[in-house]
């Protein structure tokens, strides 16, 4: 069972470091970064089976894709707060010759990324590639991947949602970021986009709306119920609602805070809300 | 002398590997025929993956697939294998350093009646200019399958660079390849000429009638255009005093391109560049289409004359 009060401690203190992560250079993406710290947590502490002494070919261990890559202060803090690696590497973010770059890069090695992102609607697709290496390898291992609701409007997506039903790629967990925002607003402002779920149904994947996306239980079982019905012959994909910008009262609810930093005033606030469970780095 | 297409060159590299490599893999967006991998697929398929017209995501499924050990060759046409699928290669491949070889047939004008639409003539200069990317170009049958066999125990993305018509078939059949290291054809005192890919053929044909003409060119096939063989070209200009790039590629970006910046910074002796100059191509016959514009035996022995009148 998972203990949850652990994995909430874990959840305050990511908040804590996402927000002075993006703080500390004045550039970063709290918002989304926030709305996914509970997904996060419950993939890397409790749902995946991974190896923090990183190897990029991961044979034999559940692989993870960020395609959504703005939010990489979440996973940079997931990430090290997971022991990928150092804590005190988290301050190097978005500065000059870090390996925490504003999007995620394997350039300079950084452990637990394997790909580069943030160009959207491309990790769907190396997803897919890496669960069919997996199939070729005979390793059982699951493959997770997020991506961000606005990414779906990237045409690449539609491809690779239609070729992995087609080829029966049922060892993909894909998970959704449902926070209904992007960029310049609302979704349904700035393309609406219908019933997501529909439509992936529509292209012929198991389909799971889980509601309470910011709720560690709720994630926890989803994804649980997500592997059994993995290798049934179909991919999966959770549509998870999420709150942007949750944990801090003033930047949920509204899409202002996708790519903004808070001043010194707001994120002294923002850490009166997530006090200090682990240590900061 | 045998005609044959170099895009059957790649297929039989890549059958040849399907028995000798078992990591080797291969995807295509619905041109299985045109591409010649109809005997991979009917070999290995397990190890076939039809992508459907969809090479944004073929892309994307490569360079995950090299996440786990498995060496990916992509096939399309030139012109969806780089324009179409720019980012992705840039971000997915390149920029992640993946093991991705980005094989491309079609490219050029000897695509033919197909047109335009079709004939890619940037591709070399976009791959060129993405770091951690080798780009080939070889010349006839026997070179694409030998590079096609070399590329996959390099490590790293490679863009190879093949076509579509039957031309001659003339390096030797058991020559090994080796990456980034030019290939001497003749020996010459007047004029170096580097060529590649459809090309070779024209320069080996242009140094015939410049024979006759009196005038000694030196050969060089210059099958990789990144990483270039900097050593073997300027040790030629440095005997020749003068030097014409040959390829079926923009002037632009080209194999010219990159030859022009080697010498502007070491020894800027003449130079003139055979290619398409900042054109679109044409549907017609391949062979007319050389002539058309200006990529034949004829336009090299030209600009080999202007080259010469310069030193």
Redesign the interface.
């Known amino acids: 069972m998972p203990n949850i009060p652990e994995l909430k401690d874990i959840c305050t203190q990511i908040r804590r470091d996402i927000l002075r992560m993006v703080h500390a250079n004045n550039s970063g993406h709290p918002g989304g970064s926030l709305g996914c710290t509970e997904f996060f947590v419950s993939l890397y502490f409790e749902i995946m089976n991974h190896n923090n002494n990183f190897s ?4 034999n261990e559940d ?1 993870f ?1 960020l395609s959504n890559g703005h939010i990489s202060p979440v996973w940079y803090a997931t990430l090290a707060r997971s022991g990928y690696f150092e804590l005190a590497e988290l301050a190097t973010f978005r500065k000059i010759n870090s390996r925490l770059q504003g999007h995620p ?3 300079d090695n950084l452990q637990g990324v ?6 959207l ?14 199939k ?2 005979k ?1 059982n291992s699951y493959i997770y991947s997020l991506h961000g609701d606005g990414e779906l409007q990237e ?2 997506n539609w ?2 949602i ?2 992995a039903s087609a ?1 029966k790629v049922d060892n993909l967990i894909a998970t959704i970021d449902y926070n209904k925002k992007q960029i310049d607003g609302s979704i349904n402002d700035v393309l609406p986009m219908g019933d997501i779920a529909k439509k992936f149904r529509a292209f012929d994947w198991e389909v799971m709306v889980e509601k309470d996306g910011n709720n560690l239980e709720a994630i926890i079982s989803c994804l649980n119920n997500a592997k059994d019905l993995s290798a049934k012959g179909k991919p999966v994909v959770i549509i998870l609602h999420t709150e942007m910008g949750n944990g801090v009262d003033f930047m949920i609810g509204t899409h202002a805070w996708h790519g903004v930093a808070p001043n010194d005033e707001q994120l002294a606030d923002a850490l009166s809300q997530n006090p200090e469970t682990l240590g900061d780095y | 002398m045998e005609l044959k297409d170099t895009r059957s060159g790649f297929g039989a590299g890549l059958t040849q590997l399907g028995k000798s490599n078992p990591n080797v893999v291969a995807l295509c967006a619905d041109l299985t025929g045109s591409l010649k991998m109809n005997d991979f697929k009917a070999n290995h398929p397990e190890r076939f993956f039809q992508v459907g017209v969809a090479e944004a995501n073929m892309i994307g499924i490569a360079a995950g697939m090299t996440i786990g050990g498995k060496i990916p060759f992509t096939g399309t046409f030139a012109n969806f294998s780089t324009s179409r699928v720019y980012d992705q290669i840039r971000q997915s491949v390149a920029y992640s350093e993946k093991n991705v070889k980005i094989c491309a047939s079609h490219a050029g004008v000897t695509l033919g009646e197909d047109g335009a639409t079709h004939q890619v003539l940037e591709d070399i200069g976009m791959m060129k200019m993405l770091p951690n990317m080798v780009v080939i170009n070889p010349c006839d049958y026997n070179q694409t399958k030998a590079a096609t066999i070399a590329i996959a125990d390099y490590i790293g993305p490679v863009y190879l660079r093949f076509g579509r018509p039957k031309v001659p078939n003339f390096t030797p059949a058991d020559r090994k390849f080796e990456i980034g290291k030019a290939v001497h054809l003749q020996d010459g005192t007047d004029v170096t000429i580097v060529a590649t890919g459809h090309l070779v053929w024209e320069a080996l044909q242009a140094a015939k009638t410049l024979a006759n003409d009196g005038i000694s060119a030196e050969i060089i096939n210059i099958h990789t255009i990144k990483p270039l063989d900097k050593k073997a070209i300027l040790t030629s200009v440095s005997k020749t005093k003068c030097i014409v790039t040959a390829e079926e590629h923009m002037l632009n970006g080209g194999l010219g391109d990159s030859i022009a910046q080697l010498l502007g910074r070491n020894n800027p002796a003449p130079l003139e560049m055979v290619g398409v100059n900042d054109t679109f191509g044409e549907s017609g016959p391949p062979m007319q289409l050389l002539e058309k514009y200006g990529l034949d035996a004829k336009a090299i022995v030209a600009a080999t004359k202007k080259v010469i009148a310069r030193k």
């Open positions: 990029m070919d991961g044979i692989l894709f890069t394997t350039h394997r790909v580069s992102s943030g160009s609607g491309q990790g769907l697709s190396v997803a897919i590639g890496a669960a069919l290496t997996k070729l390898n390793d045409g690449q491809e690779a239609m070729y080829n």
